[in-house]
């Protein structure tokens, strides 16, 4: 079954960096496009990034452009949120996510906290 695994969160001071890892099982995850959402407390969950199944980035948030970029390896069935310049607002439990005929599957989703 399609497995989304999500890695690389933690607390870290505003300024700071991170990369998240999203690693994929359970399909061809070469042909898919896949996206980072994050749901911050109190907050509807809201896409982060998109990228297509051969790497074209396709979707960013306005409020992360410049500062985070996604990426794949589809080599090593991987997507990945770099996320520089963190800032307290970006505090938030970020998930993996793709959408396969129609069929939506999630990450577990990894915390991410900045600290001011």
């Known amino acids: 079954q399609v497995q989304l695994v999500e890695s690389g969160g933690g607390l870290v001071q505003s300024g700071g960096s991170l990369r998240l890892s999203c690693a994929a099982s359970?399909?061809?995850?070469?042909?898919?496009?896949m996206s980072w959402y994050r749901q911050a407390p109190g907050k509807e969950r809201a896409l982060v990034a998109r990228?297509?199944?051969?790497?074209?980035?396709?979707n960013v948030a306005d409020s992360v452009k410049g500062r985070f970029t996604i990426s794949r390896d589809n080599a090593k069935n991987t997507v990945y949120l770099q996320m520089n310049s963190l800032k307290p607002e970006d505090t938030a439990v970020y998930y993996c996510?793709?959408?396969?005929?129609?069929?939506?599957?999630w990450g577990q989703g990894t915390q991410v906290t900045v600290s001011s």
């Open positions: 996510f793709t959408m396969r005929n129609g069929r939506v599957s």
């Open positions: 359970g399909f061809t995850f070469s042909n898919y496009a």
């Open positions: 990228i297509t199944s051969s790497g074209e980035i396709i």
